[in-house]
């Protein structure tokens, strides 16, 4: 059996199983192996913190919907004649087209990410959820609500749905109407299964693979170009579209040039979309786990390193001028110098000088500068919770009636998935817990409509009153962040000028129909301040200190 059949690709009715048609079936098991190995991957660490921020369920998504484009066109030519062209002209309109709509939303992520993490810098809000009242609007409220009040991704994967269903509506109407596929339509004429793939048909397919490939993909490119993460996520997403640039102009040429006729026997003209789609599924994939796996290495380093912590003496707080290799611990990983836990304590407990560039490194570079935000709101939750329980005549259950309060505050901007701009990434476990806790009034307070424009109880609570989500839809509710301004300056936001024992029992106060949990203290984020901060110390510390330290050497 030869390699090459003489013939090659001739749209006869026989199957081309010579050398290279064996070859690139066994290269499509292969390789559709592989993906389904690493899709399956990615999506058992869905919720590992490099990959979660990632929209890794849209990431699958593309992958496999491209993929299904990417196994037909590799079989192309050991299929021979026995491809139809209908089959081709849907799998063009249809798979490829969305498939690639999908990697550019999946590509939207970094860019939209990385504003929403500029926005944290000014901003402290959470997002309404609708009410289910006024069904009269309903729909059309719902829907103006939804646009404004999700997140920015999700409003583009909104419109990108819609646009699927036209393309597919246009692809329905121009494969009913030709001949070429049918013996029903009223324009065109039958014709050979080469000339078939030539028509006017194809416009359609064309199009949108060069609004996504051509416009859309160079202007996030553009958008992108300041973006510098730690995760070499902007060099990844401008691989993806940079490969996807070549396969439409060869795919054209192809296809209307007879010069490449000799090259078309045993390369058919959808193949040369192969190598493009081949790097923009690999990279979808293998880009985050790459990054899993450098999470993962450097864990076990710091599970060592936390063994010989124990033993060294360390256990001090740093000072704000203290010199870099003071907060260092003379252990070496294969990242290189570790800097200790209580240089983060005295960093974040302080408000050491490396606070303020530490938070803009983790919005700028890390994208979660919502872990920062969280410590902040939780030790002066803490810290508050203990002023007022010093402050002489204050009840205990008054204590809780506050702090309660404040709590909720905290858990609508950082903790409910719903509610939270960004919400930190916790354990199911501990956020469970504090579903329990703060759930329920959460809801009612992001979905309550007041009852009056200026409601006189709105200084009972420690936010600003929401507007109302459907006569003014989609406002981020702003709410007045108990943060070391407001506690260590006497602010007039203080949590006991917010509240009196009098507004504690007004009925137009949202929180009188839920009575506060038992299990509420002001232990109640000590999990998850664990976590969170044991987060921010394993990557975005040590990449924050080394940055510092590499750029004092430099100076």
Known sequence: MPFLNPNGHDWANNYNLDGWGICLILFTILYTLFLLVCSYVLWQWRYHPVIHMRRPALAIAAVLVLHVYVIIILLVYPWNGFFPCAAEFWIMSIYLPIGIGLFQAQNQVLLLISRGQQILLTQDTYKPLPAGKNRRQYYWNAFILWCKSVKQQDVYEG???????????????????????????????????????????????????????????????????????????????????????????????????????????????????????????????????????????????????????????????????????????????????????ESLDSCLNNKTSDYEPFYQFCAKKCFNSENVIFLDKAISFKREWARISSVPGQSADNVRHIMYRVAVNIYLTLINDDTANYAINIEGHIKKELHSLFRAVAISIATRRPSTPASPNAHVTPWDEPADPFTNPGNDHPLRPLTRHSIDKGSSSSATELTTESDLCDPADPFADFPIPAAFSDACFDRAMGSVKHMLWQQPWQEYMRSRRDSTASA
């Open 159 to 341: 419109f990108l749905a819609a646009g699927m269903v036209i393309q597919f509506i246009v692809s329905l109407i121009i494969f009913v109407i030709s001949r070429r596929f049918n013996s029903y339509g009223v324009v065109s004429h039958p014709t050979t299964p080469e000339l078939c793939r030539r028509g006017w048909e194809w416009a359609p397919s064309v199009i949108w693979q060069a609004v996504w490939n051509y416009i859309a993909g160079p202007f996030l490119l553009y958008k992108i170009r300041m973006i510098r993460d730690i995760y070499n996520w902007r060099l990844q997403t401008t691989l993806a579209i940079v490969a996807g640039l070549p396969g439409t102009p060869l795919w054209l040429a192809a296809v209307y040039s007879d010069k490449l006729d000799a090259v078309n026997k045993y390369w058919a003209p959808a193949m040369w979309f192969a190598p493009g789609l081949i790097v923009m599924q690999l990279v979808a994939l293998l880009g985050p786990l790459s990054q899993v796996y450098k999470s993962k290495k450097a864990q076990k380093e710091t599970d060592q390193v936390l063994l010989e912590f124990a033993d060294k003496k360390s256990n001090r707080i740093v000072p704000p001028d203290a010199s870099l290799t003071s907060t260092s611990i003379k252990t070496r990983s294969s990242r290189g110098m570790m800097f200790n836990m």
